[in-house]
């Protein structure tokens, strides 16, 4: 399971970000249009379905100016971000 | 007249008591030799002769010889048929009564000035075996009452040689009975060594990802079939082999073969070098007459692949997982030990999980019924074909139960080799599998399966075996959404690996590490795009990924050194 907590300026993910649960996630982050934060805090897992959602979105805000800042991103989610060059299109810490 | 007749009645008593005595002797000697030193004791003592001797014939060279002459040198004499009187008597089979020896010129007075022996009557009779033939000759000399042996000497003599000719034949036979079960125990001793050169009918644990069972019957004690099999690492080395002819030829020719094999088998990753080594060797070492079919392997238990080469021998069959059965493609090179540079090709296939490997020889298919048919090709494809799926024990029980009732009483012809080996993970120990259908939603239970495998540690692993399970699943149902059937996912250790196996039962081929676009990661935002991620992860995080199709069977094999 996902769970989305959408805030100001901000989305809160927990559980895991998987294909059986990107759709869900794709139609909240296509959303924004604003600068915004997502939090990793509480996030297990993700995988390719989840990293394409966060694609999408950053492409999406990019054309506006904008684009989204990974927070408390770490151990295997980060390798997986490297292993993808998100590292290089998105800001990261 | 009355004491005459009381002499000659006493005589004719103590001659039959003697005769009963030796009857008794003979009756109860083995040993040809303590038998005729006892007849020639008695035998003097019923006809009241200085001495007995006993000729044995010796039908290979023709000749009579004696040991037994109490009081004369140990050296034996021979006689050759027609020389001297016993020599004589051999010849015409008749008895010879001689009053005295230096009148008759049969007689040979070397022996008596030899020995300084004086010779003066001689009574001799042939012994003949019930069916007429020669065995030798009894010769008393000098009778000790009177200057010479009368009437009742010879029918003495005569009964005396019945008896010894019925103890001799006895004696014989006894020799040639204690031979022929001395050579049953060689033969089963024989049996059990060659019986102990094969490996026995299994060697599949359950921890190991292949289920193996043979069995040979040979039709003699021992027997020209051979079967081998032996696990190094992740390759299972099999062979099974038939030894032209029968009998105990064949089965040095068999322990040659199964020895040269196996002692090859560390040097060779490849079935035909294999299998020229062992030929060159064969042809060396047997005679020109002498062949072996032979088909080999080495299956690879990561991916599947086998890799054979067939000598000669019968194709094997091919059980696959979905039921059905095929004789197994092969290019049949020479059977072993007629070619010494014969180049037999090497050939290779992928087992797809679930598959089997069914090996035979010949006597097999040619067990004969009383009304002389076959077994035939046919009728083991029949029987597989109900049994496809079973364990391979139950492959190998089917098929000798169906001989078995086939050939009923007949007698067993020819060895009957049989060994089955199929491919899979089997269950328990550090293994997880399940089916799951071929939609997204699977995931949450994909995952529970996960959770299962991983609960007792690995979990640095875990993270990119679930990422990878993931990918290719979806990756199968996404490029496969109509294909029939459920996917299965097997998890397991193997030398410290986590090994991942992914298998769609009904697709086309594709494999998604070639086929997948690549992806450039390093490219800016503007030209990223979605697709293509999951493989590119996959062989990121993943240290093998290997891809087999076969009859419909897409495999993906997925291994990461447990962290």
Known sequence: MLEIRVEDQAVVLAGRFDAAEAEKARKVFLGLTENTVVDFARLDYISSAGLGV???????????????????????????????????IFEIT | MATTTTTANDRTSRALFALLDLSKALSSQIDLDALLNVTVEKASAVVEAERTSIYVFDAVRGFLRTSHAPGIAPTEIELALGSGVAGDVARTMRIANVPDAYDDPRFDPQFDRRTGYKT?????????????????????????????FDLADEALIVAIASHIATAM?????????????????????????????????TIAH??????????????????????????????????????????????????????????????????????????????????????????CGFLDLDDGTLRFCNAGHDRPFILHADGTVDLLESKPGLALGVLPKFKYPLQQMTLARGDALFLYTDGVTEATNAAEE?????????????CA????????????????????NAPQADDITMMCIRYQIAEGGARSAGVFPRRIDALPDIMKLVDEFFATGGQKTRYAVELALEEIFTNMVKYNATGKGDIRVDLAIRDQDVVVTITDFDTPRFDPVSEAPAVDVNRPLGERREGGLGIHLVKQMMDRIEYSHQNRTGTITLRKRLN
């Open chain 2, 120 to 148: 003066r009557s001689i009574l001799a009779a042939p012994i003949t075996s019930s069916t007429g033939q020669l065995l030798g000759v009894v010769q008393s000399l000098n009778k000790t009452t009177a200057p010479a």
């Open chain 2, 206 to 295: 359950d921890d190991e990802p292949f289920d193996l069972y043979a069995s040979i019957r040979p039709a003699k004690m021992v027997g020209g079939d051979l079967y081998d099999f032996e696990l190094a690492k992740n390759r299972l080395y099999f062979c099974i082999g038939d030894v032209s002819g029968k009998g105990i030829g064949s089965a040095l020719i068999m322990a040659l073969t199964k020895t040269l094999f196996r002692a090859n088998v560390p040097y060779y990753e490849d079935a035909a070098r294999l299998t020229e080594a062992v030929n060159l060797r064969l042809c060396e070492e047997t005679g020109p007459t002498m062949f072996v079919t032979a088909f």
């Open chain 1, 54 to 88: 966060l694609l999408a979105a950053q492409k999406n805000l990019s054309d506006r100016g904008k684009g989204l800042r990974l927070i408390n991103v770490s151990g295997h989610i980060r390798d997986v971000l490297h292993f993808s060059g998100f590292d290089q």
């Open chain 2, 389 to 408: 799926r079973e364990d391979a024990s139950n492959v190998v029980d089917a098929v000798t139960r169906a001989v078995d009732q086939f050939v009923k």
């Open chain 2, 374 to 386: 076959l077994f035939s090709v046919e009728r083991v494809r029949d029987v597989l074909r109900q």
């Open chain 2, 169 to 201: 034949e006895r004696a014989r036979l006894t020799v040639s009975h204690l031979e022929s079960e001395r050579l049953s125990e060689a033969l089963k001793l024989a049996s059990d060594i060659q019986m102990r050169m094969l490996p026995g009918a």
